[in-house]
């Protein structure tokens, strides 16, 4: 049977071997290749990019509804009523993906008129469904906006972050003699920028320790951070197969981010026997506390810094965390895996949808 796939993706180019963020779409597009599944990959964007082999990428300017496919994937929300469109009329299924889900529902009442109205993009696509969901559970509690909306468990697949598929050391940002402390992500509003700042500018104020930063993107103010204090390290817009240089430069991590705990540089932190210093605000984390990490209560600055002092202070409660990190670690699946059995997700949905009802 051949299996013909429409993905709608709000970005360009993540594909990419040399991807910057988060690596997901690079295994997708090469699982779908290898499974010679052909794949009309629409996107938004300013440039244009050739056909990889049965993956045909299409700027949204230039995409016609007119073709006929076993499945529609919309990523996010841009996407999300072209998808069910589409969906009804040429009666596919119609699967919608989140990379996490961008609002944490034990932080934020999405019922409050306020949340509702900000984040209304967002709901719309829980409240007007679709016919399954993918969701990455980076820590925004996936599984209880499910439940909220009342979405059967049958329709939905909840995806655990992957470890990398190939663990390389060298840890050529690693400063002898200091305690080396490393943050991976953006610095934004989204992720909590004023609390990581906060943060950031306390540790700096430790001679003792050495910060490494690996971000997306740029930040004034990291950036004036730098002139003042020479135990930081900014390292930006890396690609995400480079990033194995800073987990093996850090001694331990830390994850302010204000929305989740379980973010992909938790997991990758673990697979480089690096535990985790994070806010206890997900249900759903593999962080426990003292035993492979830290768990903060949420958003109290005052004892994150607290620990994270005792942490570069105490070797032998280092030693130990980082000992379970990598024991944590074994238990996870790596990225190949893990896309392996979405994709396998995909097609059985695509060669059963006749069980649908419209």
């Not at 910057?20 to 009309?40: A, C, Q, T």
């Not at 938004?44 to 045909?56: A, L, P, Q, R, V």
């Not at 469109?85 to 609002?103: A, C, D, T, V």
């Not at 390389?168 to 402390?181: A, G, S």
Request: with cysteine; aromatic share 14%.
């Amino acid at each position: 049977m051949d299996l013909n796939f429409l993905i709608l993706s709000p970005w360009e180019n993540d594909w990419n071997e040399n991807v910057i963020g988060p690596p997901h779409n690079y295994y997708l597009l090469n699982e779908l290749k290898k499974l010679n599944v052909n794949v009309d990959w629409v996107y938004f964007g300013k440039n244009s990019y050739k056909s990889e082999g049965n993956i045909h990428f299409i700027n949204v300017k230039d995409f016609k509804k007119d073709k006929k496919y076993n499945l529609v994937i919309a990523f996010s929300y841009k996407f999300h009523n072209l998808a069910i469109e589409i969906s009804k009329s040429q009666k596919i299924p119609y699967i919608n993906k989140h990379f996490g889900i961008g609002i944490n529902p034990i932080i934020w009442d999405i019922k409050n008129p306020i949340i509702a109205f900000r984040y209304r993009k967002l709901l719309k696509c829980f409240k007007n469904q679709a016919d399954y969901y993918i969701i990455e559970e980076d820590g925004t509690n996936g599984k209880l906006m499910i439940m909220l909306f009342k979405i059967p468990s049958y329709k939905v697949r909840i995806n655990e972050q992957p470890k990398p598929d190939i663990i390389k050391f060298e840890p050529i940002y690693r400063k002898e003699k200091f305690i080396n402390v490393g943050y991976c992500g953006a610095i934004s509003k989204y992720k909590g920028e004023k609390i990581i700042l906060r943060i950031f500018k306390e540790i700096l104020k430790n001679d003792k320790i050495h910060l490494i930063v690996l971000m997306k993107g740029e930040n004034k103010i990291l950036e004036e951070f730098s002139k003042n204090y020479k135990n930081l390290t900014i390292i930006k817009n890396v690609p995400y197969f480079e990033n194995y240089k800073f987990y093996s430069s850090i001694d331990f991590l830390i994850n302010p981010v204000h929305y989740g705990n379980m973010t992909l540089p938790t997991i990758e932190a673990f697979a480089y026997s690096k535990p985790v210093i994070a806010f206890d605000i997900s249900l759903w984390t593999k962080i426990e506390h003292l035993k492979n990490g830290i768990l903060v209560k949420p958003y109290d600055i005052k004892e994150f810094l607290n620990w994270t002092f005792e942490l570069s202070n105490n070797k032998s409660l280092l030693n130990e965390l980082s000992k379970n990190a990598y024991e944590t670690s074994k238990k996870i699946r790596n990225f190949s895996k893990y896309i392996r059995d979405e994709v396998e997700f995909l097609i059985n949905i695509a060669k059963n949808k006749q069980e649908l009802t419209y």
